[in-house]
């Protein structure tokens, strides 16, 4: 079952401008990954951040968690035209080993 | 990163008729793959987890008989579509997982299959 909710469903917005994208979750986690998905396409992994940190960075992309709000955003900077994509955050549980997905953020950067 | 392929990217069948989708890990042994299915605009639905040497441990209300699952080597997974119609129409993706230090897993996924039952 689908543990995940991400807000917003959709999201557009100028090139240039940052986009926030966020998700919760109902248990107790071990990590949370953030994928990118290109329409008709595979996942992309972005980034993982474990249950003991609060931060990440990668390039234009920053990560947080709040583990005591079960919630985590990823914060594209300087959005490009190819950062059009849908957006999916996914935890794995603790000791569990399965990807629980969210309902994902469509993202739509105008040029 | 690791790389994950699989094959057919599309296929094509007819009703009835039965689909295998090949899911490799190119670069790295997964002991576990997992295989999803994503309706239009929509999520990824978890199907089956894949381990390597026993048998598939399937999601509540997907049938095995219909979705057979082989995983026999450490590279590669097969998902076999029995009898399939119409409303198996739909894009797999499989996974394999990659052990990334600290007690935790990156999954990384295949570029999917779209299957299309006429």
């Not at chain 2, 089956?48 to 450490?74: P, R, W």
């Not at chain 2, 119609?85 to 570029?111: K, L, M, V």
Request: aromatic share 8%; with cysteine; glycine share 6%.
């Amino acid at each position: 079952s689908q543990q995940g909710e991400e807000d917003p469903q959709a999201l557009s917005i100028q090139e240039g401008e940052n986009a926030t994208m966020n998700c919760s979750y109902k248990t107790s986690i071990n990590n949370l990954q953030w994928y990118r998905q290109n329409s008709g396409r595979g996942l992309v992994h972005l980034i993982l951040i474990r249950s003991n940190e609060r931060e990440k960075h990668s390039g234009r992309l920053r990560v947080t968690l709040d583990t005591s709000k079960k919630s985590s955003s990823l914060l594209i900077t300087a959005s490009r035209a190819a950062d059009t994509a849908s957006y999916f955050c996914a935890t794995t549980a603790q000791g569990a080993q399965k990807l629980v997905f969210g309902q994902g953020t469509r993202l739509t950067i105008n040029p | 990163g690791a790389v994950v392929s699989q094959h057919p990217s599309r296929v094509i069948c007819k009703s009835g008729t039965s689909v295998k989708i090949e899911c490799r890990s190119l670069d790295f042994q997964a002991t576990t793959m997992f295989w999803y299915r994503q309706f239009p605009k929509q999520s990824l639905m978890l199907m089956a987890t894949s381990n390597e040497g026993s048998k598939a441990t399937y999601e509540q209300g997907v049938e095995k008989d219909k979705f057979l699952i082989n995983h026999a080597s450490l590279t590669l997974s097969t998902l076999t579509v029995t009898s399939a119609h119409p409303e198996d129409s739909s894009f797999y993706i499989c996974s394999a997982r990659d052990w990334a230090g600290q007690g935790t897993y990156e999954q990384y996924f295949g570029p999917g299959t779209r299957l299309t039952v006429t």
